[in-house]
């Protein structure tokens, strides 16, 4: 028996509270778990009872009853047994099929304990051994509806077998006739309170039996649905994973070839130039042993180089200086606000941020000045990343190093801004939550 809710504990309760709760509701489990048992038997009481008696009655009657009257089989034994096949069939199609169709009904109830009445008091008239059969009048008259009738039947069946029994119908006698209505009326009485007390708590059992069992189909159903869920979530979690590995190695082997091939580009231009190419090539060979270290260590862990060294500001630091080495454009970095340790996640993600857009800056802007502004607000960190370079249409920031800057940004639930104007520059902006290390709020679960 499962609980309509599940167990609930009060944020507020002591430890001697909830045991106690847990004892009260394993005790009620166990009072559910009686009560469904007791219906289970009382319906294997009512479905069978009928066929057991008519069984040990006819059993009896044909090996001993018979014999020891001395009557032939024909034509007593053959009435009897036409009166056994004939209870069988009234039995079978209107009692045992009915209840296990659940198609019981009323008036077909009633018209079935009538027909079983009657044969049962013509049995009698052949055998005193067929008083067992009728006691099966007393298991059936609980399913005659309302329950008025349950003791009208109670009546009936104990009227029929008492007074076969006592032979008040061959010999009534007064004292005989008084015994007669006092064992008929004690024995309705008994019986036909406990059709009153089934009438009023059966229903309402049944009613319970079948909401567990609705919940019992609602938890199996539920299961499916968390299994189904479960795989969505992997599946989910499989295209992020795609996705974020896709973004690792645009930010460091596809920036890393890029520069290679700038300089390559550069150093064969120039090459009339003995210094200059030289200068070149040894940027290339710089940038070629940095994205071989990079990709040996996204394989390890996929975190930035720099910041496995180095908080987020020193490592832009660092990032900064080399770009601004690497292409000869000037680069300043600035930090405002009172430092705080952030989520490694919320680093990287900045971090990506800023080596992206430095990357877009040397291959697409044309600048002379590049500004890099790491801001501490407290609640929130701000990253903005400016050049005065020739800038872009609207709706030209739509690369796929753009769309990952975004991607990443919102993992950490934060957002990116880019604003640009032919011959304005750009600007790229990223605000994300200032969430610490260790903090329960779960990467990808953030405001989206």
């Not at 795989?231 to 460091?252: C, K, P, V, W």
Request: proline residues 4%.
């Amino acid at each position: 028996m499962m609980r309509d809710a599940g167990t609930r504990e009060r944020p507020d309760a002591g430890p001697h509270e909830t045991a106690v709760e847990a004892e009260a509701e394993i005790a009620h489990r166990s009072r559910l778990a009686w009560k469904r048992e007791q219906l289970r038997v009382w319906d294997l009481l009512q479905l069978s009872a009928p066929w057991v008696l008519l069984t040990i009655s006819t059993a009896v009657y044909f090996s001993w009853a018979l014999p020891a009257s001395g009557a032939p089989f024909w034509p007593e034994g053959a009435a009897v047994l036409g009166l056994v096949v004939a209870s069988v069939a009234w039995m079978l199609f209107g009692h045992t099929l009915p209840i296990r169709r659940r198609t019981l009904r009323p008036a077909p109830t009633g018209i079935y304990f009538v027909g079983l009445l009657a044969l049962c008091v013509t049995f009698m008239t052949y055998s005193e051994i067929f008083l067992v059969f009728t006691i099966a009048g007393f298991f059936h008259a609980y399913l005659l509806k309302p329950w008025p009738l349950g003791v009208l039947g109670v009546l009936a069946t104990s009227v029929a077998l008492n007074g076969s029994a006592m032979r008040v119908w061959t010999n009534p006698a007064p004292d005989m006739l008084a015994e007669f209505i006092l064992i008929v009326a004690v024995q309705t009485a008994a019986i036909g309170v406990g059709i009153l007390l089934t009438a009023r708590s059966e229903p309402v059992e049944r009613k319970r039996e079948e909401l567990v069992e609705r919940l019992e189909a609602a938890l199996h159903e539920n299961a499916g649905l968390h299994a189904q869920l479960v795989a969505q979530a992997r599946e989910s979690g499989a295209q992020d994973e795609r996705q974020r590995l896709a973004g690792e190695i645009h930010d460091t082997l596809a920036q890393g070839l890029a520069g290679i091939i700038t300089q390559l580009q550069a150093a064969e231009r120039s090459a009339s130039v003995q210094g200059e190419t030289e200068e070149h090539m040894a940027r290339a060979l710089r940038l070629a042993r940095s994205s071989l270290a990079e990709a040996r260590r996204s394989v390890q862990a996929l975190a930035p180089q720099e910041l496995g060294r180095a908080h987020l500001p020193d490592a832009l630091r660092t990032l900064t200086e080399r770009w601004s080495r690497d292409h000869g454009i000037s680069a300043q970095l600035d930090v405002t606000g009172t430092r705080e340790s952030l989520s490694p996640a919320i680093e990287v993600a900045l971090f990506r941020v800023a080596q992206e857009s430095l990357t877009n800056v040397a291959k697409h802007a044309q600048a002379a000045r590049v500004g890099v502004t790491l801001s501490y607000t407290g609640t929130e960190v701000l990253l903005d990343v400016r050049d005065d370079g020739r800038g872009c249409a609207k709706g030209g920031g739509t690369g796929f190093g753009l769309t990952s800057m975004r991607h990443r940004i919102r993992g950490v639930g934060g957002h990116v801004e880019v604003q640009s104007e032919p011959g304005e520059g750009t600007s790229v902006s990223a605000r994300v939550p200032a969430i610490a290390p260790g903090h329960t709020r779960a990467e990808g679960q953030d405001d989206r």
